[in-house]
């Protein structure tokens, strides 16, 4: 993009990376049941993976990277994760994939009970976003 337009470009990515499946689904979140797959379907692919494990050995992770791109000036990375735990039962209906089925640290509301106000102060992407921006600081970039 920064070629083509001449102009900055941001991208960020983020997984879902669960211990006891050896940090899968990770890189393949979005297609963890198959390409073009739904977040049932992959919900549901997770659930069954996970179904006889116990519950303290549900271990994740949500991992975000975000790049920023700026023309002439060697690119910003910058990565946030939030840690919790997988639950069978998903419950909640705000936010999107895995979060009715991730209970973050420290939480007994799964990522899908909780406001997207509430949420972004400790979420992998607001993690990542804002240490992106503490990059840009020290650098001395300013909006």
Same mark, same amino acid.
């Given at each position: 993009?920064?070629?083509?337009?001449?102009?900055?470009?941001?991208?960020?990515?983020?997984?879902?990376?669960?211990?006891? =499946?050896?940090?899968?689904?990770?890189?393949?979140?979005?297609?963890?049941?198959?390409?073009?797959?739904?977040?049932? !379907?992959n919900n549901a692919k997770l659930?069954?993976?996970?179904?006889?494990?116990?519950?303290?050995?549900?271990?994740?992770?949500?991992?975000?990277?975000?790049?920023?791109?700026?023309? /002439?000036?060697?690119?910003?990375?910058?990565?946030?994760?939030?840690?919790?735990?997988?639950? =069978? !039962? /998903?419950? /909640?209906?705000?936010g999107f994939g895995y979060d009715?089925?991730?209970?973050?640290?420290? !939480?007994?509301?799964?990522? /899908?009970?909780?406001?997207? !106000?509430?949420? =972004?102060?400790?979420?992998?992407?607001?993690?990542?976003?804002?240490?992106?921006?503490?990059?840009?600081?020290?650098?001395?970039?300013?909006?």
């Amino acid at each position: 993009m920064v070629a083509a337009t001449g102009l900055a470009a941001v991208a960020d990515d983020s997984g879902l990376e669960v211990d006891a =499946l050896g940090g899968r689904p990770g890189v393949f979140s979005a297609r963890y049941a198959g390409e073009g797959a739904t977040d049932k !379907e992959n919900n549901a692919k997770l659930v069954a993976e996970l179904s006889d494990v116990p519950d303290a050995a549900r271990t994740c992770r949500y991992r975000c990277v975000a790049v920023l791109v700026i023309p /002439g000036r060697p690119e910003f990375v910058a990565e946030g994760t939030c840690e919790g735990r997988v639950v =069978l !039962e /998903g419950r /909640g209906s705000l936010g999107f994939g895995y979060d009715p089925h991730v209970i973050p640290q420290g !939480e007994n509301r799964t990522m /899908g009970e909780i406001p997207l !106000e509430e949420k =972004l102060s400790f979420s992998h992407r607001g993690r990542a976003f804002r240490a992106l921006a503490e990059s840009l600081r020290r650098e001395g970039i300013h909006s």
